[in-house]
């Protein structure tokens, strides 16, 4: 375990230790693991289960985290552990996020992940597929590693991790791609097993920091897709964060406890133009009929700066100072690494 920062554990009383890294709070006794099923108490001691345990490594397209205005075109190589400290009944994931079968698959080093990352010229590391932050050490030692190796870090995440952790972790990340899953509390304590608040504060605190925020919203019929939970969301946003956020609407398909068919195109699209009345970039995922949902078009005079198109990504209307070649606007898309 990390000498060099904490790892989010209080002692409570002798036997008692709570965990203070996500709003669960778990309190941990001998042999308890808490909501995420990655932390206990063993032989007295506070124990990380997830440490170094990967349960999926590959070079992606920056654009499957998804992010758009971040490197567009480049690849990032992608990690993922186990477990959750959400319970979401249509978890996309659940077969690595939901589970608790860490113990058999290989341990892995921070330095071994940067150097597979550098052999395969990624331009950064994605810590991804199930939630980032129950693995905490890990993602943070690896996360300095890959600094120093001159790779950019992002996350995917949750966001329902506590402050202090959160100001700590925020000082190595590069970008984010957050998941408000709803606007509702209601939605979040009956589906997903959490709370919207910290979800929230969260999304704001990075803001604060400057780092790189884009924000996916996964809408399941008539759960959360409606034009005015859409509306709620897109305002937020806008008002909270700023209407120049990237907002990713992402179909979704039946997974793991949910069986309520998927989320149609057409429903997709509207939200898209329901959501594009507060903020400048909504983009569609997920969904067959994309057409020009994901190219993103200079907001000044409607130059298409960049096509995307199943995975496949070109920048065609920037300069190489990221500037609309049209009527010379600053699109503020990082395009090429220092
Ligand atoms: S990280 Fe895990 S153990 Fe810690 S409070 Fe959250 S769910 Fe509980």
């Known amino acids: 375990m990390p000498k060099t920062h904490p790892i989010w554990f209080e002692q409570r009383t002798k036997d008692a230790w709570q965990c203070t890294l996500c709003p669960h709070q778990c309190l941990l006794q001998e042999g308890s693991v808490g909501h995420c099923q990655m932390r206990t108490v063993h032989k007295g001691i506070p124990v990380d289960?997830?440490?170094?345990?990967?349960?999926a490594q590959q070079l992606d397209p920056i654009e499957k985290k998804p992010l758009y205005h971040f490197y567009p075109s480049s690849m990032v190589y992608s990690i993922g552990g186990y477990g959750c400290n959400f319970r979401c009944s249509f978890c996309?994931?659940?077969h690595i996020a939901q589970c608790s079968s860490h113990s058999q698959s290989a341990k892995y080093t921070p330095s071994d992940i940067v150097t597979a990352a550098l052999r395969s010229n990624a331009t950064g590391i994605a810590y991804t597929y199930n939630e980032p932050i129950i693995s905490y050490p890990f993602v943070y030692e690896t996360a300095v590693c890959a600094r120093e190796a001159g790779l950019c870090n992002i996350l995917v995440t949750n966001g329902y991790i506590q402050q202090e952790p959160a100001a700590?972790?925020?000082?190595v990340i590069d970008a984010i791609n957050l998941d408000i899953k709803s606007m509702q509390d209601t939605f979040y304590r009956t589906f997903c097993g959490g709370r919207l608040d910290p979800v929230l504060a969260f999304a704001k605190q990075a803001k604060e920091?400057?780092?790189?925020l884009e924000i996916t919203n996964l809408l399941i019929p008539d759960l959360n897709d409606s034009p005015a939970e859409?509306?709620?969301?897109?305002q937020w946003v806008a008002h909270e964060l700023s209407p120049q956020t990237v907002l990713h609407l992402s179909a979704y398909h039946p997974a793991y406890?949910?069986?309520t068919p998927a989320t149609d195109s057409p429903i997709v699209r509207h939200a898209q133009q329901v959501a594009r009345r507060y903020l400048a970039y909504v983009y569609c995922g997920n969904i067959p009929d994309i057409d020009n949902s994901q190219d993103t078009h200079c907001t000044a005079c409607g130059n298409c700066l960049i096509?995307?198109?199943?995975?496949e990504t070109h920048v065609v209307g920037l300069t190489n100072?990221?500037?609309c070649q049209t009527c010379g606007r600053p699109s503020q898309i990082p395009l090429h690494r220092p």
């Open 209 to 212: 920091t400057k780092i790189h």
């Open 230 to 234: 859409i509306e709620q969301l897109a």
């Open 307 to 311: 096509k995307r198109k199943h995975w």
């Open 321 to 323: 100072q990221s500037h």
């Open 92 to 94: 996309q994931n659940w």
């Open 49 to 55: 289960l997830s440490y170094g345990r990967v349960s």
């Open 168 to 171: 700590s972790l925020l000082t």
């Open 257 to 259: 406890q949910m069986h």
